[in-house]
């Protein structure tokens, strides 16, 4: 997750949502920073000892292998390490179940389900991050029982974050192959090196959309136990696809609109792990957006604000540096096109910002 911004001038729904969003990052970056730490540092240790053993080989980084046999004793040691660092995968990613449920506990509190009742605390692991023993302590305030990691991220899912994480590792060794070495010299164990680094965003990644898909699962449910809606809370500068969503209300279990965006159909990301279901966020990788518990019956004004802050927000221009000024202004032109219904100031301004040379919009500003 990109680090939440506290919003100018929000709704109070909104200010809430973001106060979620800082305590789920907090659980995220330790989970994650369990998982890599140790994986990290073998390659750190690699790059170290292939450092040594190319200058013992042949007197300096500068110098070059003159044949493929003189390279080959490069090539096994890294190949021995990366496929040490792949065989680690597996037990290090034992922390995402633990960081998932800790992410659940957290979403029973943000949709204040807490009642206190005993002896439901789970069994956790000293060893883990502070903040993350926190969260699964605190398990005990609620009566419903947090489900196990199995629950929230099932074998199938593990293994495809292994997978994915061993692809990156095998890319890496077939950088190093002895023809490349005698070509390119140390520098291609450089590139190596990074290329195994990249590890460390696919952890991240799948850390932050499984942790985030557990926290809104816990929102959900208690939603559904209560008898209440959950509706879609985006940030100003969501994608054009999040943006559309933001104030969209469901029961329980029913699916958001899978096709909704500001931009072009075809352009929409198909939903993971199912295409045709989306009951609650995330909507895509490095999604930050919130479901809240929501009573139909008497929120619908907090619908038409959640409704008018996001057009406004596109014909604004209002984005991240992950989405191009173009798709924006894309978005903003079809808006602005179908008549929307925001302030002449605002649609004015819009109008003028999208016929200005250069990129179209930006950041939030901090006040709007």
């Not at 390119?184 to 190596?192: A, H, I, N, R, Y």
């Not at 931009?263 to 490095?286: I, Q, S, T």
């Not at 927000?313 to 191009?324: M, P």
Request: proline letters at 6%; aromatic letters at 4%.
């Amino acid at each position: 997750m990109t680090t939440p911004q506290p919003p100018a001038q929000p709704l109070p729904i909104q200010q809430q949502s973001w106060a979620h969003d800082a305590a789920l990052l907090s659980i995220e970056t330790a989970v994650t920073g369990l998982i890599t730490g140790a994986l990290l540092a073998r390659l750190r240790g690699l790059l170290t000892n292939t450092t040594r053993a190319w200058v013992a080989l042949f007197g300096s980084t500068r110098a070059t292998p003159s044949t493929a046999d003189q390279a080959r004793s490069i090539t096994e040691l890294v190949s021995a390490v990366l496929d040490q660092v792949a065989d680690d995968v597996p037990a290090a990613l034992r922390p995402v179940g633990d960081g998932a449920r800790a992410a659940y506990v957290l979403g029973l509190r943000q949709a204040d389900a807490s009642r206190r009742v005993g002896g439901l605390t789970p069994a956790v692991s000293m060893d883990l991050p502070a903040v993350v023993h926190h969260q699964l302590v605190k398990a005990e305030m609620f009566e419903q029982r947090v489900p196990e990691a199995e629950k929230l991220i099932r074998e199938r899912e593990r293994n495809r974050i292994v997978d994915a994480v061993r692809t990156e590792l095998e890319q890496a060794k077939e950088l190093v192959n002895a023809g490349a070495l005698t070509e390119k010299g140390f520098t291609q164990v450089q590139v190596s090196i990074a290329r195994a680094g990249k590890i460390q965003s696919r952890i991240e990644n799948a850390v932050q959309w499984h942790l985030l898909n557990a926290n809104q699962q816990a929102v959900t449910e208690t939603a559904r136990r209560r008898g209440l809606d959950v509706i879609w809370v985006s940030e100003r500068d969501a994608c054009v696809v999040c943006l559309k969503l933001n104030g969209d209300v469901v029961s329980p279990g029913d699916t958001f609109d899978v096709n909704a965006t500001y931009g072009a159909l075809a352009a929409v990301p198909a939903v993971w792990p199912n295409a045709a279901v989306l009951k609650h966020p995330p909507r895509h990788n490095h999604c930050r957006c919130r479901c809240e518990l929501h009573d139909s019956e008497t929120g619908g004004g907090l619908v038409r604000a959640l409704k008018r802050e996001s057009d406004r927000s596109i014909v604004y221009g209002w984005r991240t540096d992950s989405e191009s000024g173009q798709a924006r202004r894309s978005a903003a032109e079809k808006l602005l096109r179908k008549g929307v219904k925001l302030p002449e100031s605002v649609k004015h301004r819009g109008e003028i910002a999208i016929k200005e040379p250069g990129t179209f919009g930006g950041p939030v500003p901090d006040v709007p």
